[in-house]
């Protein structure tokens, strides 16, 4: 069971357009919603992360947009640049029984290209 | 700083072979994770440890042992391996308590020949 969908599965975008990417989780027990970027060979950078608490999240050109009625969130980078290329992974997580968090479950991944 | 460093970068390894795997973070982080990544796949949870204590095993086969000797490092002990267990290992780290960003490593490239 799959229980944080992503989508698209990859995706292209002009530079200087916006690129938006979709998650939606099933469990209502998860309470932290992080973005990871990925570059071939490296691993998972945090990007930005949110709570149920708040709706929207801006970091720089990030932003995350959070639905907790729908259980939806999404990842917005405005002004793209070539240099965003990467795959992107939206992440759920909650609080573990050993104290601090669960691990987190991650959607299957968005490869994001933006064109020069 | 949020550096999390693992070693070595890359592993070739025969099935009867035993290896292990190092992560060190000085962040005086208490919570400490080994994920494992196959290629175009998202990263999947092995373990947790929590407070030096093993919280989450996700039902990980025996022939791979985590270790956490101290709060800064994390171990995992890889023996009688298989090839589909080739694969990205990472390790990440968070501070614990309500503080639940994780930090990943840049990972272990595996290869079980």
């Known amino acids: 069971q799959q229980q944080v969908k992503q989508s698209p599965q990859s995706l292209i975008v002009q530079k200087g357009g916006i690129s938006i990417i979709n998650c939606a989780y099933e469990?209502?027990?998860?309470?932290?919603f992080p973005w990871y970027q990925q570059f071939p060979g490296k691993g998972p950078a945090l990007l930005i992360a949110i709570r149920p608490d708040v709706s929207e999240k801006k970091e720089g050109r990030f932003t995350i947009s959070f639905n907790k009625s729908a259980k939806q969130f999404s990842l917005h980078i405005m002004d793209s640049q070539p240099g965003d290329s990467a795959t992107y992974f939206c992440?759920?997580?909650?609080?573990?029984?050993?104290?601090?968090?669960?691990?987190?479950?991650f959607g299957k991944g968005t490869h994001l290209i933006i064109q020069p | 700083d949020t550096e999390v460093t693992q070693t070595p970068k890359h592993l070739v390894m025969g099935m009867t072979n035993k290896k292990s795997l190092k992560c060190e973070q000085h962040m005086g982080h208490r919570a400490m994770y080994w994920y494992k990544q196959k290629a175009k796949k998202p990263p999947e949870l092995m373990f947790v440890?929590?407070?030096?204590?093993?919280?989450i095993n996700e039902s990980v086969p025996s022939r791979f042992s985590p270790e956490c000797p101290n709060s800064s490092l994390l171990n995992l002990h890889l023996h009688a391996l298989q090839p589909e267990d080739s694969a990205l290992y990472l390790c990440a780290s968070s501070q614990g308590g309500a503080h639940y960003e994780q930090y990943f490593g840049p990972g272990t490239r595996l290869t079980v020949t």
């Open positions: 992440a759920a997580s909650k609080e573990g029984s050993g104290g601090g968090a669960d691990g987190l479950t």
């Open positions: 440890y929590s407070y030096e204590k093993l919280s």
């Open positions: 469990n209502t027990a998860f309470d932290y």
